[in-house]
């Protein structure tokens, strides 16, 4: 797999910062309906090399933006109801142009943000060794991301809008509140159910202990300290994931 492209100079702090402006003005113009706006700064985005941008916290942030901006793009420009999985080629298929190349949201993030891991349900990778776009992908997955994307199911995160200075704190911020939403404690039981989205990406995050850890400090309060202390004693177990389609929520 192709490492991440090292950039130096003034060059790549301009197109850096370009590149997460524009990706920002795309994601706000399609949540305030004014379709023009988007239009243009997604055609923005073809002027955009997006092997300059500098740094794993800008081009996360950069894609962040332009996958949840160019689902609700789709999502307006043609409306879908039912489950998720009988439109599954909208992720494959309705690709955006960023420095010339085809950005389909498959490839965004299971290619770039997931480091080019396989989707669920899927025999193999979205990109071949080799493709010239695994140079734009940060040089390590951040799992955090998954309570960032949201690809229009109903147990999807809410949307947000993120930067290159703060997208660290960002994340955190989406984790703790999807955990706090999401993950419910039965005492008597001794269990903690966690979001079936962890489930469905169980691979890209670490052990079980440390999805304990991180729902105790989502919870807080007495059920955090509760868990906190009794986190190895715990039954853990995921919820079931909706994937019925609603509009999506931020």
Not at 25 to 48: F, Q, V
Not at 119 to 139: E, K
Not at 163 to 180: I, M, N, P, T
Request: charged share 30%; proline share 6%.
């Amino acid at each position: 797999i192709l490492r991440t492209a090292r950039t130096v100079g003034p060059m790549a702090s301009i197109e850096t910062d370009r590149a997460v402006e524009l990706s920002r003005r795309l994601l706000l113009a399609t949540r305030a309906g004014e379709p023009a706006a988007a239009i243009a700064a997604a055609s923005g985005l073809s002027r955009i090399d997006p092997a300059l941008i500098r740094g794993d916290e800008a081009r996360t942030a950069f894609w962040l933006n332009v996958y949840n901006g160019r689902l609700l793009q789709s999502l307006a420009a043609k409306p879908r109801s039912g489950h998720l999985i009988r439109h599954r080629r909208l992720f494959r298929a309705d690709a955006c142009d960023v420095g010339g190349l085809p950005y389909s949201l498959d490839v965004i993030e299971h290619g770039l943000l997931r480091g080019n891991a396989r989707p669920p349900y899927s025999l193999r990778r979205v990109l071949r060794d080799g493709d010239r776009r695994l140079a734009a992908a940060p040089s390590e997955p951040d799992p955090r991301v998954h309570f960032a994307l949201n690809c229009g199911p109903r147990s999807c995160p809410p949307i947000r809008v993120y930067s290159s200075q703060a997208v660290g704190r960002e994340l955190g911020e989406a984790e703790r509140a999807y955990l706090a939403a999401e993950a419910s404690l039965d005492r008597g039981r001794r269990r903690l159910e966690l979001p079936g989205l962890i489930k469905l990406y169980r691979a890209d995050f670490g052990s079980d202990a440390e999805l304990v850890r991180a729902a105790a400090e989502a919870m807080g309060g007495r059920d955090g300290a509760w868990v906190a202390e009794r986190g190895e004693d715990l039954q853990v177990t995921f919820a079931r994931f909706d994937w019925r389609l609603e509009p999506p929520s931020g």
